[in-house]
């Protein structure tokens, strides 16, 4: 089973304040507009990087043209801007009980673990080394890849797949605290684990193929989603 984590919210809290500031400053840098995120016409839970500097530039009058002609510059401006402001210990924004279900799924063998995240990838990567749980991950889709959250999970199934076949749908589960992450896993046809531990309640995540209040109750979700063969063996 290829397992597919977000991340703000899903595995990290309180973690958002260098990641939010190192993508005004590339706003700032790069295209000379002074603006908050915050500002954005848009709820920024569940959204791409790119996705949230779009809206948050196109609501201070900056062309689209402008915008994708300067993407790059604005993702790789933010990317060094966050390596300077990132905390060096991120550890106690670690969702309680995470670090423990990612030992448990990544001693597994049938397991694979990856990421699904709007973060831009450089930004994911130390997010989590300096959260001490990027280790699990191989892998995945992340902001960078594409604006459009709903296309990361096609993207993560190519890069986990083999011999030019993407990883199967029906061993695929999405791991996330958003109805976005919900849409998303949708628009794939893979199966999606919604928790708690962001901003939205059970109501507001009902679509999803279970709901989890805590680290706890998502491995025995996960434990039930293995297919018949391997739920003989599972353990939870």
């Given at each position: 089973m ?6 703000d ?32 016409p848009?709820s920024?839970?569940?959204?791409t990087d ?10 201070a009058g ?19 801007e966050?390596?300077?402001v990132?905390p060096?210990?991120l ?10 279900l990612l030992?448990w ?9 990856g ?31 594409s ?7 096609a993207?993560?199934?190519r ?7 993407p990883y199967?749908?029906?061993?695929t589960v ?10 998303c896993?949708r ?7 919604a928790?708690t ?8 995540l ?5 709901v ?25």
């Amino acid at each position: 089973m290829l397992v597919l984590f977000d991340i703000d919210g899903t595995l990290v809290r309180w973690a958002t304040d260098a990641h939010r500031a190192a993508l005004e400053h590339a706003l700032l840098r790069v295209h000379g507009v002074k603006l908050s995120v915050r500002d954005a016409p848009l709820s920024l839970a569940g959204r791409t990087d790119g996705q949230i500097a779009r809206a948050a530039l196109l609501r201070a009058g900056v062309s689209a043209e402008r915008i994708d002609d300067r993407a790059d510059a604005v993702r790789e401006a933010c990317c060094r801007e966050y390596a300077r402001v990132c905390p060096e210990d991120l550890s106690g924004a670690v969702v309680p009980g995470v670090a423990a279900l990612l030992e448990w799924l990544a001693a597994r063998p049938e397991c694979r673990l990856g990421l699904l995240t709007g973060n831009y990838e450089a930004v994911a990567r130390l997010k989590l080394a300096r959260a001490g749980i990027g280790r699990f991950f191989e892998g995945g889709a992340f902001g960078s890849d594409s604006e459009d959250r709903a296309a990361l999970p096609a993207i993560a199934r190519r890069r986990f797949g083999r011999r030019g076949a993407p990883y199967a749908r029906h061993r695929t589960v999405v791991i996330g605290d958003t109805p976005r992450d919900i849409a998303c896993a949708r628009a794939d046809g893979v199966r999606c684990v919604a928790v708690t531990t962001g901003p939205y309640g059970v109501d507001e995540l009902r679509e999803a193929d279970a709901v989890a209040g805590d680290a706890a109750s998502l491995r025995q979700a996960l434990v039930r989603l293995l297919t018949p063969a391997d739920a003989g063996t599972a353990s939870a």
